[in-house]
C-alpha cells in the first residue's frame, strides 16, 4: 500500500521559514488532491492545506493564509510546503495524506514531520 513520507520538519525561531516536502512511497496511479495537516500536542489533527492534482488549485486554513503555500511538481510525484512568518503556535507534527476523488477521505497517512516554532 502506498504512504506518504514527509521530510523537511526541523526546530526553527518565530519569523522563520521551513520547506516541507512529501512523497509517495510508491506510484499513484491516480489522485484527486493531496493535503496537509498538523497535529499539535493535547489537539486534534487539523487542516492545513491542500493542492489538486489537475489545475493545481490550493486551499489553506485561514490559520496560514498569507504565510503559507502550497505547490506540487506531479512529473516528480512531489508535493511541498513553504512556509513562512512561523508561529510558536505552527508547532507541531505535520502530515501528508492524499485522496483518490472528491468525496473520499484522506488516507495513506505518513509518519508526519516534526515543526518545533521557538519564540
Known amino acids: 500500500q502506498v504512504q506518504m513520507v514527509e521530510s523537511g520538519g526541523g526546530l526553527v525561531q518565530s519569523g522563520g521559514s521551513l520547506r516541507l516536502s512529501c512523497a509517495a512511497s510508491g506510484q499513484l496511479l491516480s489522485w484527486f488532491d493531496k493535503g496537509w495537516f498538523r497535529q499539535s500536542p493535547g489537539k486534534e489533527r487539523e ?3 491542500s ?3 489537475n489545475g ?11 504565510r503559507f503555500t502550497i505547490s506540487r511538481d506531479n512529473a516528480k510525484g512531489m ?6 512568518s512561523l508561529k510558536p503556535e505552527d508547532t507541531g507534527v505535520y ?4 485522496r483518490t476523488s472528491v468525496s473520499s477521505a484522506f ?3 505518513g509518519q508526519g ?3 518545533t516554532v521557538s519564540s
Not at 56 to 66: C, F, I, N
Not at 95 to 98: G, I, K, P, R
Open 47 to 49: 487542516f492545513v492545506g
Open 95 to 98: 502530515f501528508c495524506a492524499v
Open 79 to 84: 508535493v511541498y510546503l513553504q512556509m513562512n
Open 56 to 66: 493545481g488549485s490550493t486551499r489553506l486554513a485561514d490559520s496560514v493564509k498569507g
Open 113 to 115: 514531520t516534526q515543526v
Open 107 to 109: 488516507g495513506s497517512w
Open 51 to 53: 493542492i489538486s492534482r
